[in-house]
């Protein structure tokens, strides 16, 4: 059986650079480098998890090869199961929405529940959340009402 990193950047090659050729190098890496560390998940009620967070390398147009690369950040919450079934990947309602910040919610205790079946992914969508860059807009406009 193959380790759970090859079925997670499996998957996540598969959703994400499925219309791309391989290969591009530049000096933020390759597209489809996948960077996995150990993270401490804390949810909004203040409860922790052991996780994984990772990045995976994507052009910024999927269409061009030369196209600067972007990372898409995920968090995986391991199955605790004894025989875990294909990873669950939960992907965030849009436009902008974090899977992360989601999970951080009312949504925390199912993604906990769920890893009884096997991974739990959560993955922000580009330029939101964790994914760099960030591209989400901190200014407000203020217009009269009139």
């Keep these: 059986m193959k ?36 993270y401490m998940f804390e949810a909004a ?20 090869t030369d196209s600067r690369l972007i990372k898409i950040a995920f968090i995986r919450f391991r199955s605790i199961s004894a025989s875990p079934k294909s990873p669950i990947v939960y992907l965030a ?12 919610g009312a949504r925390f205790s199912m993604f906990m529940a ?12 580009r330029g939101v959340g964790q994914s760099i860059p960030n591209l989400t807009c901190s200014n407000s406009l203020d217009l009269p009402l009139d």
């Design 45 to 64: 009620n203040g409860l922790k998890v052991d996780a994984e967070r990772g990045f995976l390398n994507v052009p910024e147009k999927r269409g061009k």
């Design 114 to 125: 769920l890893r009884d079946v096997g991974d739990v992914i959560v993955l922000d969508q």
């Design 93 to 104: 309602g849009g436009p902008g929405s974090s899977g992360i910040a989601t999970a951080r």
């Design 3 to 38: 380790n759970s990193n090859y079925y997670i950047s499996s998957f996540l090659a598969l959703l994400l650079l499925a219309p791309i050729a391989l290969g591009k190098t530049g000096k933020a890496g390759q597209v489809g480098e996948l960077q996995i560390e150990p």
